[in-house]
């Protein structure tokens, strides 16, 4: 079966893991800073900090923007779980808003009109977090306008988006928001096993953050009292939690880090000679927006809704792994308990209906993805009556 993703892993990476198993810090030692460095430099923000899955790191990011019980967390449907989660981990409640069928992100203009309707009701929400779907960034400046005019927190889902670029800028660069996520699972843009970063400007979240990954324990001199006198001393501060990534892990994401403009460049490669394959139907490929560059985390398209089931199956038949990104996050039988039903979204739902993610990774073929192109094209036009 041809993933729809997967890691690349070589030689290098495996040396540098193999470094840190003969070294004296499995964790808490060197590399977990040097990757943190790392990642701050490469997407142009000031602070990293790195914990043990994008989830964790989403949990974090509301800590620390002061999400609590009795505050709104806004996102977007067209999402993997973690997103709207994070929000229900602070004891706050989650909301969705619809996103754009063209793209998958969502819509400033449905961001507008709620957000509108909220102000009237004293029931604005705390913090959003826009997902960068696929990889494609959501139309920041149009939501960090809103986000201003209304006092609202911004954390970027950019989970897809490690080397993506909006307006020139790579995500994470915090023009747009306070808190930019990134995941590091294996199917995403690099890979550490699990794991995961977040990154901002502001140091006094970062602090915090790392204090929180950590039990909420400090040993920063100027908190904890007499550590001249007594250095086995540290302090508990708040309540926090043991989401610290390891330093192997932190080891192969520093090597990974390294070869990511490549990574970027394959999956490009791959992608434009989809988007060629099919620009002539008989699918479509998302809509890419002007002052975007995607990190092609997924070649997510969408198919006449009738076909979406029968073409799955006969792809997946082929040895083709295709996939769906996602089902709408409400649907979940647990999101449905809290309330939510089918019909609250209509653009997620019909592009849910639609969506079929094709593979695309750097160790895909030429020959793989040409086969993939012709199956689609046959599978979709037989099922159509073309
Ligand atoms: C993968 C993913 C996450 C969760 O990442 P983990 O590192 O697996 O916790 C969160 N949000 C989105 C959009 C994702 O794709």
């Known amino acids: ?10 030689r290098d990476d495996i040396d540098a893991v193999l470094a840190v198993l003969e070294s004296d810090f499995l964790t808490q030692g060197r590399e977990v800073p040097a990757f943190e460095a790392g990642l701050a430099d490469y997407v142009g923000a000031s602070h990293g900090v790195a914990v ?60 507008a009109v709620r957000l509108r309707e909220a102000a009237g009701k004293d029931a604005l929400p705390k913090v959003l977090i826009p997902v960068h779907y696929a990889g494609q960034p ?3 400046s149009a939501i960090a306008d809103l986000a201003r005019e209304y006092g609202v927190g911004v954390i970027e889902d950019a989970s897809h988006a490690l080397g993506s670029a909006y307006q020139g800028e790579r995500v994470g660069g915090g023009h747009y928001s306070d808190i930019t996520v990134f995941s590091f699972h294996p199917v995403k ?10 990154v901002t400007n502001d140091q006094t979240l970062a602090d915090r953050a790392r204090i929180l990954r950590s039990h ?48 970027l460049a394959s999956r490009r490669h791959h992608a434009n000679a989809y988007l060629e394959a099919f620009a002539d139907g008989p699918v479509t490929t998302l809509q890419q927006r002007s002052g975007t560059e995607s990190s092609w985390h997924l070649m997510s398209v969408q198919v006449q ?30 999101y449905r308990r ?37 199956s689609v094209i046959h599978h979709a036009e037989s099922l159509m009556g073309v």
């Open 1 to 10: 079966m041809i993933p729809y993703s997967r890691q690349e892993l070589n």
């Open 52 to 111: 043990n899955s994008a989830t964790s790191a989403l949990h974090l990011a509301c800590l620390v923007l002061g999400v609590g019980a009795g505050d709104r967390v806004w996102t977007s449907p067209v999402s993997f779980v973690a997103s709207a989660n994070c929000a229900l981990y602070c004891d706050a409640t989650v909301d969705f808003v619809d996103i754009d069928p063209a793209t998958g992100n969502m819509d400033p203009d449905v961001l």
């Open 138 to 140: 959501c139309d920041m």
């Open 189 to 198: 843009m690099i890979t550490t096993g699990e794991g995961g970063a977040l």
């Open 216 to 263: 909420g324990i400090t040993r920063d001199p100027s908190v904890v009292e007499n550590l001249d006198q007594e250095p086995w001393r540290y302090a508990q501060l708040e309540l926090g939690f043991n989401y610290r990534m390891t330093d192997v892990e932190a080891a192969l994401g520093l090597s990974q880090l390294r070869r990511l403009d490549r990574f």
């Open 305 to 334: 809704p009738d076909i979406r089931g029968e073409l799955f199956r006969r792809l997946r038949a082929d040895g083709i792994g295709v996939n769906v990104h996602y089902t709408p996050i409400y649907w979940q039988p647990f």
């Open 338 to 374: 809290l309330g939510f039903s089918t019909g609250y979204c209509p653009g997620a739902e019909q592009f849910y209906h639609r969506a079929i993610s094709l593979p695309l990774h750097t160790q895909l073929t030429e020959d793989e993805r040409q086969w993939v192109v012709s």
